[in-house]
Protein backbone atom coordinates (compact mmCIF):
# COMPACT_ATOMS: atom_id res chain seq x y z
CA UNK A 1 0.00 0.00 0.00
CA UNK A 2 2.98 2.19 0.88
CA UNK A 3 4.53 1.53 -2.17
CA UNK A 4 1.15 2.09 -4.37
CA UNK A 5 1.20 5.72 -2.53
CA UNK A 6 4.52 6.22 -3.11
CA UNK A 7 4.66 5.33 -7.22
CA UNK A 8 1.63 7.26 -7.75
CA UNK A 9 2.19 11.17 -5.90
CA UNK A 10 4.80 12.02 -7.95
CA UNK A 11 2.11 12.07 -11.20
CA UNK A 12 -0.27 14.60 -9.48
CA UNK A 13 1.67 17.39 -8.97
CA UNK A 14 3.43 16.76 -12.83
CA UNK A 15 -0.48 16.43 -14.20
CA UNK A 16 -1.82 19.36 -12.65
CA UNK A 17 1.19 21.57 -13.99
CA UNK A 18 0.60 19.89 -17.24
CA UNK A 19 -3.09 20.69 -16.99
CA UNK A 20 -1.85 24.40 -16.37
CA UNK A 21 0.56 24.52 -19.09
CA UNK A 22 -2.18 23.14 -21.59
CA UNK A 23 -4.53 26.47 -20.63
CA UNK A 24 -2.07 29.00 -20.74
CA UNK A 25 -1.09 27.39 -24.14
CA UNK A 26 -4.56 27.13 -25.14
CA UNK A 27 -4.96 31.06 -23.88
CA UNK A 28 -2.18 32.25 -25.97
CA UNK A 29 -2.70 30.70 -28.97
CA UNK A 30 -6.68 31.99 -28.48
CA UNK A 31 -5.50 34.92 -27.39
CA UNK A 32 -2.78 35.79 -30.18
CA UNK A 33 -5.39 35.75 -33.03
CA UNK A 34 -8.52 37.96 -31.25
CA UNK A 35 -7.32 40.75 -29.71
CA UNK A 36 -8.45 44.19 -30.89
CA UNK A 37 -6.86 47.84 -31.78
CA UNK A 38 -6.66 49.92 -29.18
CA UNK A 39 -7.97 53.11 -30.43
CA UNK A 40 -6.43 55.63 -31.92
CA UNK A 41 -3.24 53.98 -31.52
CA UNK A 42 -1.08 50.94 -33.00
CA UNK A 43 -1.27 49.32 -29.73
CA UNK A 44 -3.78 45.81 -28.84
CA UNK A 45 -5.65 44.76 -25.96
CA UNK A 46 -7.14 41.29 -25.53
CA UNK A 47 -10.41 40.74 -25.85
CA UNK A 48 -12.61 37.23 -25.07
CA UNK A 49 -13.46 36.47 -28.30
CA UNK A 50 -12.72 33.05 -29.71
CA UNK A 51 -10.05 31.79 -32.34
CA UNK A 52 -11.18 29.34 -35.41
CA UNK A 53 -8.04 28.94 -36.25
CA UNK A 54 -7.11 27.53 -32.91
CA UNK A 55 -10.33 25.46 -32.73
CA UNK A 56 -9.41 23.29 -36.09
CA UNK A 57 -5.93 23.27 -35.05
CA UNK A 58 -6.94 21.57 -31.77
CA UNK A 59 -8.47 19.27 -34.02
CA UNK A 60 -5.89 18.48 -36.57
CA UNK A 61 -3.50 17.74 -33.71
CA UNK A 62 -5.68 15.46 -32.25
CA UNK A 63 -6.41 13.89 -35.79
CA UNK A 64 -2.98 13.25 -36.39
CA UNK A 65 -2.22 11.82 -33.00
CA UNK A 66 -4.99 9.58 -33.77
CA UNK A 67 -4.67 8.29 -37.19
CA UNK A 68 -0.52 8.97 -37.72
CA UNK A 69 1.59 10.61 -34.24
CA UNK A 70 2.49 13.69 -32.51
CA UNK A 71 3.79 16.60 -34.93
CA UNK A 72 7.56 16.29 -35.27
CA UNK A 73 10.17 19.03 -34.40
CA UNK A 74 10.57 20.49 -37.81
CA UNK A 75 6.57 20.83 -38.13
CA UNK A 76 6.71 21.91 -34.65
CA UNK A 77 8.75 24.54 -36.35
CA UNK A 78 6.62 25.49 -39.36
CA UNK A 79 3.62 25.63 -37.40
CA UNK A 80 5.31 27.91 -35.23
CA UNK A 81 6.63 30.39 -38.47
CA UNK A 82 2.53 30.12 -39.70
CA UNK A 83 1.26 31.27 -36.49
CA UNK A 84 3.51 34.03 -36.45
CA UNK A 85 1.98 35.22 -40.34
CA UNK A 86 -1.63 34.58 -38.68
CA UNK A 87 -0.94 37.00 -35.65
CA UNK A 88 0.44 39.27 -38.55
CA UNK A 89 -2.47 39.48 -40.15
CA UNK A 90 -4.60 39.60 -37.66
CA UNK A 91 -2.33 42.76 -36.45
CA UNK A 92 -2.75 43.87 -39.52
CA UNK A 93 -6.55 43.68 -39.95
CA UNK A 94 -7.52 45.43 -37.05
CA UNK A 95 -5.28 47.93 -36.75
CA UNK A 96 -5.69 49.27 -40.79
CA UNK A 97 -9.42 48.88 -40.07
CA UNK A 98 -9.75 50.49 -36.84
CA UNK A 99 -7.04 53.58 -37.93
CA UNK A 100 -7.72 53.94 -41.65
CA UNK A 101 -11.20 52.74 -41.67
CA UNK A 102 -10.96 50.32 -44.66
CA UNK A 103 -8.91 46.80 -45.57
CA UNK A 104 -5.85 46.33 -46.21
CA UNK A 105 -5.17 45.49 -50.02
CA UNK A 106 -2.42 42.99 -49.89
CA UNK A 107 -2.05 43.73 -54.10
CA UNK A 108 -1.85 47.71 -53.94
CA UNK A 109 -0.74 48.84 -50.25
CA UNK A 110 2.17 46.66 -50.63
CA UNK A 111 3.44 49.04 -52.95
CA UNK A 112 3.59 51.79 -50.75
CA UNK A 113 5.35 49.58 -47.63
CA UNK A 114 9.03 50.97 -49.16
CA UNK A 115 7.95 54.80 -49.66
CA UNK A 116 5.61 54.72 -46.03
CA UNK A 117 8.49 53.44 -44.53
CA UNK A 118 11.23 55.71 -45.94
CA UNK A 119 8.67 58.36 -45.22
CA UNK A 120 8.35 57.24 -41.31
CA UNK A 121 11.75 56.80 -41.05
CA UNK A 122 12.97 60.39 -41.79
CA UNK A 123 10.14 61.90 -39.37
CA UNK A 124 10.70 59.46 -36.16
CA UNK A 125 12.62 60.32 -33.41
CA UNK A 126 16.04 59.14 -33.50
CA UNK A 127 15.07 57.39 -29.92
CA UNK A 128 11.72 55.81 -31.34
CA UNK A 129 13.68 54.75 -34.73
CA UNK A 130 15.93 53.07 -32.42
CA UNK A 131 13.76 51.10 -30.68
CA UNK A 132 11.43 50.38 -33.70
CA UNK A 133 14.48 48.61 -35.44
CA UNK A 134 15.42 47.06 -31.93
CA UNK A 135 11.73 46.20 -30.83
CA UNK A 136 10.71 44.41 -33.86
CA UNK A 137 13.01 41.32 -34.49
CA UNK A 138 12.94 41.06 -31.21
CA UNK A 139 9.39 41.06 -30.72
CA UNK A 140 8.69 38.62 -33.70
CA UNK A 141 11.59 36.46 -32.03
CA UNK A 142 9.86 36.23 -28.70
CA UNK A 143 6.03 35.56 -30.75
CA UNK A 144 7.78 32.85 -32.68
CA UNK A 145 8.97 30.97 -29.62
CA UNK A 146 6.07 31.79 -27.64
CA UNK A 147 3.96 30.23 -30.49
CA UNK A 148 6.10 27.22 -30.70
CA UNK A 149 6.24 26.46 -27.29
CA UNK A 150 2.36 26.53 -26.90
CA UNK A 151 2.32 24.88 -30.28
CA UNK A 152 4.26 22.10 -28.67
CA UNK A 153 2.77 22.06 -25.15
CA UNK A 154 -1.20 21.57 -26.73
CA UNK A 155 0.19 18.38 -28.96
CA UNK A 156 1.96 16.96 -26.09
CA UNK A 157 -2.01 17.26 -24.71
CA UNK A 158 -3.71 15.43 -27.28
CA UNK A 159 -1.86 11.99 -25.83
CA UNK A 160 -4.20 11.76 -22.76
CA UNK A 161 -7.46 10.37 -22.70
CA UNK A 162 -9.36 12.57 -20.98
CA UNK A 163 -7.41 15.58 -22.57
CA UNK A 164 -8.61 14.37 -25.88
CA UNK A 165 -12.08 14.37 -25.25
CA UNK A 166 -11.90 18.09 -23.75
CA UNK A 167 -9.93 19.42 -26.31
CA UNK A 168 -12.16 17.73 -28.72
CA UNK A 169 -14.98 18.85 -27.39
CA UNK A 170 -13.99 22.69 -26.67
CA UNK A 171 -12.87 23.11 -30.37
CA UNK A 172 -16.12 21.64 -31.82
CA UNK A 173 -18.00 24.16 -29.49
CA UNK A 174 -15.86 26.85 -31.32
CA UNK A 175 -16.69 25.80 -34.62
CA UNK A 176 -19.76 25.43 -33.90
CA UNK A 177 -20.70 28.95 -32.79
CA UNK A 178 -18.11 30.32 -35.48
CA UNK A 179 -20.70 28.65 -37.98
CA UNK A 180 -23.78 29.63 -35.86
CA UNK A 181 -22.52 33.26 -36.10
CA UNK A 182 -21.55 33.04 -39.69
CA UNK A 183 -25.08 32.50 -40.59
CA UNK A 184 -26.57 35.22 -38.53
CA UNK A 185 -27.95 32.95 -35.77
CA UNK A 186 -27.59 34.80 -31.74
CA UNK A 187 -24.64 33.41 -29.47
CA UNK A 188 -25.05 33.53 -25.78
CA UNK A 189 -24.27 36.88 -24.57
CA UNK A 190 -20.72 37.57 -24.45
CA UNK A 191 -20.13 34.96 -26.71
CA UNK A 192 -18.33 35.73 -29.58
CA UNK A 193 -15.97 34.28 -32.39
CA UNK A 194 -13.40 36.30 -33.58
CA UNK A 195 -12.86 36.89 -37.81
CA UNK A 196 -10.87 34.32 -39.21
CA UNK A 197 -7.46 35.54 -39.89
CA UNK A 198 -7.35 32.94 -43.03
CA UNK A 199 -10.48 34.08 -44.25
CA UNK A 200 -8.73 37.68 -44.63
CA UNK A 201 -5.78 36.33 -46.70
CA UNK A 202 -8.11 33.80 -48.73
CA UNK A 203 -9.96 37.21 -49.55
CA UNK A 204 -6.92 39.04 -50.33
CA UNK A 205 -5.12 36.15 -52.58
CA UNK A 206 -8.73 36.05 -54.22
CA UNK A 207 -8.34 40.20 -54.95
CA UNK A 208 -4.92 39.67 -55.82
CA UNK A 209 -5.43 36.86 -58.52
CA UNK A 210 -8.23 38.91 -59.78
CA UNK A 211 -6.46 41.88 -60.75
CA UNK A 212 -3.74 39.84 -62.23
CA UNK A 213 -6.04 37.96 -64.45
CA UNK A 214 -7.56 41.87 -65.84
CA UNK A 215 -10.83 41.04 -65.14
CA UNK A 216 -11.41 43.80 -63.46
CA UNK A 217 -10.23 46.84 -66.20
CA UNK A 218 -13.77 45.37 -67.26
CA UNK A 219 -15.94 46.21 -64.69
CA UNK A 220 -16.15 50.05 -64.81
CA UNK A 221 -19.25 51.44 -66.15
CA UNK A 222 -19.98 53.98 -68.84
CA UNK A 223 -17.70 57.39 -68.75
CA UNK A 224 -20.16 60.76 -67.13
CA UNK A 225 -20.55 63.17 -70.28
CA UNK A 226 -18.65 66.55 -68.91
CA UNK A 227 -20.15 69.70 -70.57
CA UNK A 228 -19.42 72.77 -69.89
CA UNK A 229 -18.78 76.22 -71.78
CA UNK A 230 -17.03 77.81 -68.94
CA UNK A 231 -18.40 80.84 -69.41
CA UNK A 232 -18.92 82.30 -66.21
CA UNK A 233 -15.34 82.25 -65.66
CA UNK A 234 -14.57 85.10 -68.14
CA UNK A 235 -10.50 83.75 -68.57
CA UNK A 236 -10.52 83.87 -64.74
CA UNK A 237 -7.04 81.65 -63.97
CA UNK A 238 -8.63 78.32 -61.99
CA UNK A 239 -7.02 76.57 -59.12
CA UNK A 240 -7.98 73.60 -57.78
CA UNK A 241 -6.17 72.84 -54.57
CA UNK A 242 -6.40 69.52 -52.62
CA UNK A 243 -5.58 70.16 -49.11
CA UNK A 244 -3.94 67.07 -48.07
CA UNK A 245 -5.58 65.66 -44.88
CA UNK A 246 -8.09 67.96 -44.33
CA UNK A 247 -10.98 66.74 -43.16
CA UNK A 248 -14.73 67.87 -41.87
CA UNK A 249 -13.32 67.24 -38.39
CA UNK A 250 -11.12 70.73 -38.56
CA UNK A 251 -15.01 72.21 -38.15
CA UNK A 252 -16.68 70.35 -36.27
CA UNK A 253 -14.53 68.36 -33.73
CA UNK A 254 -14.27 71.22 -30.82
CA UNK A 255 -10.39 70.60 -29.96
CA UNK A 256 -9.62 70.90 -33.28
CA UNK A 257 -12.06 73.78 -34.64
CA UNK A 258 -11.42 75.82 -31.49
CA UNK A 259 -7.76 76.09 -32.04
CA UNK A 260 -8.27 76.76 -35.54
CA UNK A 261 -10.76 79.44 -35.21
CA UNK A 262 -8.24 82.56 -35.49
CA UNK A 263 -6.88 80.69 -38.71
CA UNK A 264 -9.58 80.67 -39.95
CA UNK A 265 -10.47 84.05 -39.28
CA UNK A 266 -7.21 85.28 -40.94
CA UNK A 267 -8.11 83.42 -43.98
CA UNK A 268 -11.69 84.91 -43.96
CA UNK A 269 -10.11 88.22 -44.21
CA UNK A 270 -7.80 87.64 -46.78
CA UNK A 271 -10.53 86.75 -49.09
CA UNK A 272 -12.65 89.89 -48.00
CA UNK A 273 -9.83 92.03 -48.08
CA UNK A 274 -8.70 90.90 -51.49
CA UNK A 275 -12.76 91.77 -52.81
CA UNK A 276 -13.37 88.32 -53.60
CA UNK A 277 -16.29 86.19 -51.94
CA UNK A 278 -16.87 82.33 -50.81
CA UNK A 279 -19.05 79.77 -50.83
CA UNK A 280 -18.66 76.41 -49.17
CA UNK A 281 -20.20 72.92 -48.60
CA UNK A 282 -19.46 69.62 -47.01
CA UNK A 283 -18.13 66.69 -49.81
CA UNK A 284 -17.96 62.55 -49.01
CA UNK A 285 -14.52 61.94 -49.89
CA UNK A 286 -14.20 58.67 -51.77
CA UNK A 287 -11.29 57.71 -48.95
CA UNK A 288 -10.44 58.28 -45.48
CA UNK A 289 -7.33 58.75 -43.71
CA UNK A 290 -5.03 58.04 -46.47
CA UNK A 291 -4.50 57.24 -50.60
CA UNK A 292 -5.55 60.81 -51.71
CA UNK A 293 -5.03 59.80 -55.11
CA UNK A 294 -8.95 58.25 -54.93
CA UNK A 295 -10.25 61.54 -53.70
CA UNK A 296 -7.64 63.31 -56.84
CA UNK A 297 -8.87 60.94 -59.18
CA UNK A 298 -12.94 60.83 -58.76
CA UNK A 299 -12.97 64.60 -58.84
CA UNK A 300 -11.07 65.06 -62.05
CA UNK A 301 -12.62 62.39 -63.21
CA UNK A 302 -16.52 62.48 -62.71
CA UNK A 303 -16.38 58.97 -61.38
CA UNK A 304 -16.50 57.46 -57.84
CA UNK A 305 -13.02 55.73 -56.91
CA UNK A 306 -12.82 53.91 -53.65
CA UNK A 307 -10.14 51.72 -54.21
CA UNK A 308 -6.39 51.33 -55.69
CA UNK A 309 -8.13 48.13 -57.75
CA UNK A 310 -11.18 50.41 -59.44
CA UNK A 311 -8.10 53.57 -60.09
CA UNK A 312 -6.24 51.42 -61.96
CA UNK A 313 -8.79 49.71 -64.17
CA UNK A 314 -9.68 53.47 -64.49
CA UNK A 315 -6.35 54.52 -65.86
CA UNK A 316 -6.80 51.61 -68.29
CA UNK A 317 -9.17 53.12 -70.52
CA UNK A 318 -9.47 56.78 -72.42
CA UNK A 319 -12.30 58.97 -70.36
CA UNK A 320 -12.76 63.09 -70.66
CA UNK A 321 -12.00 64.81 -67.41
CA UNK A 322 -11.82 68.33 -65.97
CA UNK A 323 -8.15 68.83 -67.36
CA UNK A 324 -8.98 68.08 -70.80
CA UNK A 325 -12.26 69.98 -70.86
CA UNK A 326 -10.58 73.12 -69.48
CA UNK A 327 -7.49 72.53 -72.28
CA UNK A 328 -10.32 72.25 -74.81
CA UNK A 329 -11.93 75.58 -73.28
CA UNK A 330 -8.46 77.43 -74.31
CA UNK A 331 -6.78 76.77 -71.11
CA UNK A 332 -3.42 75.91 -70.01
CA UNK A 333 -3.38 72.66 -67.45
CA UNK A 334 -0.71 72.47 -65.16
CA UNK A 335 -0.14 70.14 -62.25
CA UNK A 336 1.93 70.80 -58.76
CA UNK A 337 2.52 67.63 -58.02
CA UNK A 338 5.43 67.97 -55.12
CA UNK A 339 5.13 65.14 -53.44
CA UNK A 340 5.62 62.77 -56.99
CA UNK A 341 9.21 61.26 -56.61
CA UNK A 342 8.74 59.17 -59.12
CA UNK A 343 7.24 59.39 -62.73
CA UNK A 344 3.94 59.99 -63.16
CA UNK A 345 1.91 58.26 -66.12
CA UNK A 346 -1.02 59.19 -64.67
CA UNK A 347 -0.68 62.55 -66.27
CA UNK A 348 -1.41 61.97 -69.76
CA UNK A 349 -4.75 59.55 -68.73
CA UNK A 350 -5.79 63.34 -67.24
CA UNK A 351 -4.50 65.50 -70.01
CA UNK A 352 -2.05 67.68 -68.20
CA UNK A 353 0.16 70.34 -70.68
CA UNK A 354 2.63 70.70 -68.26
CA UNK A 355 3.61 68.77 -64.67
CA UNK A 356 5.89 69.72 -62.01
CA UNK A 357 6.63 67.12 -59.91
CA UNK A 358 9.42 67.19 -56.93
CA UNK A 359 12.51 66.88 -59.28
CA UNK A 360 10.85 69.59 -61.45
CA UNK A 361 10.14 72.00 -58.80
CA UNK A 362 14.02 72.72 -58.88
CA UNK A 363 14.00 72.90 -54.78
CA UNK A 364 17.44 74.29 -53.02
CA UNK A 365 16.19 75.20 -49.98
CA UNK A 366 16.48 73.76 -46.18
CA UNK A 367 14.59 69.76 -46.18
CA UNK A 368 11.11 69.44 -44.19
CA UNK A 369 9.73 65.81 -43.89
CA UNK A 370 9.72 62.93 -46.31
CA UNK A 371 9.52 65.16 -48.92
CA UNK A 372 12.14 68.05 -48.26
CA UNK A 373 9.97 70.47 -50.26
CA UNK A 374 7.10 72.31 -48.64
CA UNK A 375 4.12 73.71 -50.11
CA UNK A 376 4.72 77.59 -50.02
CA UNK A 377 7.58 77.02 -52.53
CA UNK A 378 5.37 74.55 -54.91
CA UNK A 379 2.88 77.56 -55.31
CA UNK A 380 5.58 80.47 -55.35
CA UNK A 381 7.84 78.60 -57.72
CA UNK A 382 4.86 77.50 -60.17
CA UNK A 383 3.47 81.18 -59.76
CA UNK A 384 6.83 82.62 -61.58
CA UNK A 385 6.29 80.46 -63.86
CA UNK A 386 2.96 79.74 -64.78
CA UNK A 387 0.93 82.82 -63.43
CA UNK A 388 3.02 85.88 -62.84
CA UNK A 389 4.40 86.33 -66.38
CA UNK A 390 1.60 87.61 -69.17
CA UNK A 391 0.13 84.80 -71.06
CA UNK A 392 -3.01 84.61 -73.84
CA UNK A 393 -3.85 81.72 -72.34
CA UNK A 394 -5.67 81.21 -68.57
CA UNK A 395 -4.55 78.75 -66.41
CA UNK A 396 -5.94 75.89 -65.05
CA UNK A 397 -3.81 74.74 -62.01
CA UNK A 398 -3.87 71.37 -60.38
CA UNK A 399 -2.26 71.30 -57.02
CA UNK A 400 -1.93 68.61 -54.35
CA UNK A 401 -0.25 69.79 -51.29
CA UNK A 402 1.89 67.54 -48.92
CA UNK A 403 3.30 70.11 -45.96
CA UNK A 404 -0.40 68.82 -44.03
CA UNK A 405 0.38 65.40 -44.51
CA UNK A 406 0.99 62.75 -41.79
CA UNK A 407 2.98 63.07 -39.29
CA UNK A 408 2.26 66.75 -40.01
CA UNK A 409 5.60 67.80 -38.73
CA UNK A 410 8.14 69.58 -38.91
CA UNK A 411 5.83 72.14 -40.42
CA UNK A 412 7.55 74.71 -42.47
CA UNK A 413 7.66 78.69 -41.50
CA UNK A 414 5.41 80.90 -43.26
CA UNK A 415 7.40 83.13 -45.04
CA UNK A 416 5.19 86.63 -45.62
CA UNK A 417 8.48 87.78 -48.82
CA UNK A 418 7.25 84.73 -51.66
CA UNK A 419 10.31 86.42 -53.28
CA UNK A 420 12.90 85.23 -50.59
CA UNK A 421 11.12 81.94 -50.42
CA UNK A 422 12.61 80.89 -53.93
CA UNK A 423 15.91 81.68 -52.94
CA UNK A 424 18.47 79.32 -50.69
CA UNK A 425 17.61 81.04 -47.88
CA UNK A 426 14.06 81.59 -47.48
CA UNK A 427 13.94 81.61 -43.74
CA UNK A 428 15.53 83.32 -40.53
CA UNK A 429 17.56 80.94 -38.44
CA UNK A 430 15.53 81.15 -35.18
CA UNK A 431 12.48 80.19 -37.50
CA UNK A 432 14.67 76.94 -38.87
CA UNK A 433 15.45 76.16 -35.76
CA UNK A 434 12.22 76.03 -34.19
CA UNK A 435 11.03 74.25 -36.78
CA UNK A 436 12.92 71.03 -37.17
CA UNK A 437 13.24 71.23 -33.05
CA UNK A 438 9.12 69.28 -33.29
CA UNK A 439 8.83 65.76 -33.44
CA UNK A 440 5.37 63.86 -33.90
CA UNK A 441 3.59 62.40 -30.85
CA UNK A 442 2.68 59.34 -32.36
CA UNK A 443 0.15 58.53 -29.45
CA UNK A 444 -0.83 62.44 -29.91
CA UNK A 445 -1.23 63.78 -33.30
CA UNK A 446 -3.54 66.33 -32.77
CA UNK A 447 -1.02 69.59 -31.82
CA UNK A 448 1.13 68.57 -34.98
CA UNK A 449 -2.05 68.64 -37.31
CA UNK A 450 -3.22 72.12 -35.74
CA UNK A 451 0.44 73.42 -36.49
CA UNK A 452 0.59 72.40 -39.69
CA UNK A 453 -3.19 73.42 -40.70
CA UNK A 454 -2.27 76.97 -39.37
CA UNK A 455 0.51 77.24 -42.06
CA UNK A 456 -1.98 75.86 -44.88
CA UNK A 457 -4.40 78.17 -44.12
CA UNK A 458 -1.24 81.08 -44.42
CA UNK A 459 -0.31 79.88 -47.39
CA UNK A 460 -4.10 79.78 -49.49
CA UNK A 461 -4.33 83.50 -47.51
CA UNK A 462 -0.91 84.25 -48.25
CA UNK A 463 -1.10 83.91 -51.76
CA UNK A 464 -4.67 85.20 -52.24
CA UNK A 465 -3.22 88.05 -51.17
CA UNK A 466 -0.12 88.44 -53.49
CA UNK A 467 -2.27 87.87 -56.26
CA UNK A 468 -5.20 90.24 -55.20
CA UNK A 469 -4.92 91.97 -58.73
CA UNK A 470 -5.48 89.14 -60.22
CA UNK A 471 -8.83 86.97 -61.63
CA UNK A 472 -8.48 84.14 -59.70
CA UNK A 473 -11.16 81.34 -58.93
CA UNK A 474 -9.45 79.08 -56.11
CA UNK A 475 -11.36 75.65 -55.53
CA UNK A 476 -9.99 74.55 -52.40
CA UNK A 477 -11.13 70.99 -51.26
CA UNK A 478 -10.02 68.62 -48.54
CA UNK A 479 -8.90 64.94 -49.99
CA UNK A 480 -10.01 63.02 -46.96
CA UNK A 481 -10.17 63.05 -43.30
CA UNK A 482 -7.18 63.13 -41.16
CA UNK A 483 -6.24 59.56 -39.85
CA UNK A 484 -8.44 58.33 -37.28
CA UNK A 485 -5.27 59.03 -34.86
CA UNK A 486 -6.42 62.94 -35.00
CA UNK A 487 -10.14 62.68 -36.29
CA UNK A 488 -11.49 60.54 -33.38
CA UNK A 489 -13.53 57.48 -33.33
CA UNK A 490 -16.81 57.31 -35.73
CA UNK A 491 -16.13 60.47 -37.72
CA UNK A 492 -17.79 60.81 -41.42
CA UNK A 493 -15.80 60.89 -44.78
CA UNK A 494 -16.68 64.06 -45.19
CA UNK A 495 -14.59 67.03 -46.30
CA UNK A 496 -14.53 70.90 -46.89
CA UNK A 497 -14.61 72.24 -50.26
CA UNK A 498 -14.95 75.78 -50.72
CA UNK A 499 -14.98 78.29 -53.75
CA UNK A 500 -13.38 81.49 -53.39
CA UNK A 501 -13.85 84.18 -56.42
CA UNK A 502 -14.32 88.00 -57.00
CA UNK A 503 -17.42 86.16 -59.79
CA UNK A 504 -20.97 86.96 -58.39
CA UNK A 505 -22.69 84.52 -61.14
CA UNK A 506 -20.03 81.86 -60.02
CA UNK A 507 -20.94 81.86 -56.50
CA UNK A 508 -24.58 82.55 -56.62
CA UNK A 509 -24.83 79.34 -58.84
CA UNK A 510 -23.77 77.19 -56.39
CA UNK A 511 -25.34 78.79 -53.35
CA UNK A 512 -29.09 78.79 -55.23
CA UNK A 513 -28.51 75.62 -56.40
CA UNK A 514 -25.93 73.31 -54.99
CA UNK A 515 -26.98 74.51 -51.14
CA UNK A 516 -23.43 75.64 -50.52
CA UNK A 517 -23.16 77.90 -47.74
CA UNK A 518 -22.29 81.71 -48.24
CA UNK A 519 -19.84 81.56 -45.65
CA UNK A 520 -16.25 79.90 -44.88
CA UNK A 521 -18.35 77.51 -42.47
CA UNK A 522 -19.20 74.33 -44.79
CA UNK A 523 -22.51 73.99 -42.84
CA UNK A 524 -23.84 70.73 -41.49
CA UNK A 525 -25.55 69.48 -44.98
CA UNK A 526 -23.44 67.29 -47.44
CA UNK A 527 -23.98 68.64 -50.96
CA UNK A 528 -22.39 65.50 -53.08
CA UNK A 529 -20.10 63.38 -53.07
CA UNK A 530 -16.18 63.61 -54.64
CA UNK A 531 -17.71 62.73 -58.23
CA UNK A 532 -20.36 64.24 -58.05
CA UNK A 533 -18.61 67.76 -57.36
CA UNK A 534 -17.07 67.88 -60.73
CA UNK A 535 -20.49 68.24 -62.79
CA UNK A 536 -21.48 70.79 -59.75
CA UNK A 537 -18.44 72.73 -60.39
CA UNK A 538 -18.85 72.60 -63.71
CA UNK A 539 -22.38 74.42 -63.78
CA UNK A 540 -21.48 76.83 -61.73
CA UNK A 541 -18.84 77.62 -64.58
CA UNK A 542 -20.76 77.64 -67.13
CA UNK A 543 -23.51 76.66 -69.39
CA UNK A 544 -24.08 72.84 -69.91
CA UNK A 545 -22.70 71.48 -66.75
CA UNK A 546 -25.33 69.71 -64.17
CA UNK A 547 -28.96 70.65 -64.09
Not at 90 to 116: C, F, K, M, P
Not at 388 to 406: C, G, K
Request: charged share 15%; net charge negative; glycine share 8%.
Amino acid sequence: MTSDVTERAPHRPRGAVSAAALMAALLLLNASLTFSNIWPTLGISPTADLSVEAAVLVLALLAAHRWWHAPSVVATRWLGAMWVLLVIGRYTEVTVSSLYGRNISLYWDLQHVSSVSGMFAVVTNPWLKAGIIVGVPVGLALLYLGSRWALEVVAAGTRGHRAQRVLGALAAMVLVCGLSQAVGARLPTGLRVASPVVAAYAREVGEFAYELSGAGVRDLGPPPVLRSDLSRLGGADVFVIFLESYGAVAWQRPHLAEPLVPAMARLDADIADTGRFVASGLVESTTFGGESWLAHVSLLSGTEIRDPATNVRLMAQERDTMVKLFGRGGYRTVAIMPGMLVAWPEGAFYGFEQIYDHDGLGYLGPQFGWWDINDQYALARVDALEIEPARDQPAFVFFTTISTHTPFVPAPPYQPDWDRVLTTDPYDADALDHAWSTWPDWTNLGPSYLEAFDYALRNIGGYLRLRADRDLVVVLVGDHQPPALVSGEGASWDVPVHVIASRPAVLDRLRERHQFTDTLHPGEQTVARMDTLLPILLDAFGDGGAP
